[in-house]
């Protein structure tokens, strides 16, 4: 019974480049939502995604920041020409579906960014 | 953003009982209190929730006035596993619209359980 996957569970990425964070959310769920927890500081909503649709992106960063979930395949954040200030840990949550998350989100274990 | 108060720190002796208070005195008829807890470098585990009566489960008890306006988060024996951050939230559990997706967290209270 796999929880919420993410991968890679760090990831170095040099200013300029692009960094590309993975979310499997777990089996049964169609509903993904992105968290970002930068140092010292409790987690801040980003995106929230159904198969193929935005529903909500008010978190996100207007430009360089991306989120997708595709009818097949995993979740992608991505994050174009990183800057030192993205270094944080990227938390995907997901759930059954919309009206059905009276018992909480269930979070994968992040992923690390480290823009050197 | 976050409607909820929380001490930002506490202290316990392993096998006490924990009591992590949380006020949210603006909270609506239709919010519930949801109970989350960060142990450190991991994701956010959910912990317990609810609307008005008290509830309890393998991990925890969740008190909630009468008048809804504060709560209680109790770790019956705590253990050293327990040191974490614990974050109340209040939300609607069943809304339909695009907010369905946002968990307010806030600083939270540093639970800090020693031998």
């Known amino acids: 019974n796999a929880g919420v996957m993410q991968n890679p569970r760090h990831l170095v990425r040099r200013r300029g480049q692009e960094a590309r964070l993975r979310c499997s959310p777990m089996k049964g769920h169609s509903h993904v939502y992105w968290y970002r927890q930068l140092p010292e500081e409790g987690l801040k909503f980003m995106v929230y995604?159904?198969?193929?649709?935005?529903?909500?992106e008010s978190g996100m960063p207007k430009e360089r920041f991306s989120a997708e979930f595709p009818k097949e395949g995993p979740s992608i954040l991505r994050i174009q020409q990183v800057v030192r200030g993205d270094s944080a840990a990227y938390f995907c949550?997901?759930?059954?579906?919309?009206?059905?998350?009276?018992?909480?989100?269930?979070f994968g274990s992040g992923t690390r960014l480290t823009v050197v | 953003d976050a409607k909820t108060t929380q001490p930002p720190s506490m202290d316990c002796a392993e096998g006490r009982a924990a009591n992590l208070p949380c006020n949210h005195s603006?909270?609506?008829?239709?919010?519930?209190v949801y109970w989350y807890r960060q142990i450190h470098s991991q994701g956010p585990q959910y912990i317990i929730h609810g609307l008005k009566n008290n509830e309890t489960n393998e991990m925890a008890s969740l008190i909630i006035t009468e008048d809804r306006k504060s709560s209680t988060l109790i770790l019956p024996h705590a253990t050293l596993r327990d040191t974490a951050v614990y974050y109340c939230?209040?939300?609607?559990?069943?809304?339909?619209?695009?907010?369905?997706?946002?968990?307010?967290f806030g600083r939270g209270t540093q639970l800090t359980v020693w031998p």
């Open positions: 939230i209040v939300r609607v559990a069943r809304d339909r619209g695009s907010t369905l997706g946002r968990l307010y």
């Open positions: 995604l159904q198969k193929e649709n935005i529903i909500d």
């Open positions: 603006t909270i609506s008829g239709n919010e519930y």
């Open positions: 949550a997901s759930s059954p579906g919309q009206g059905r998350t009276n018992y909480g989100y269930t």
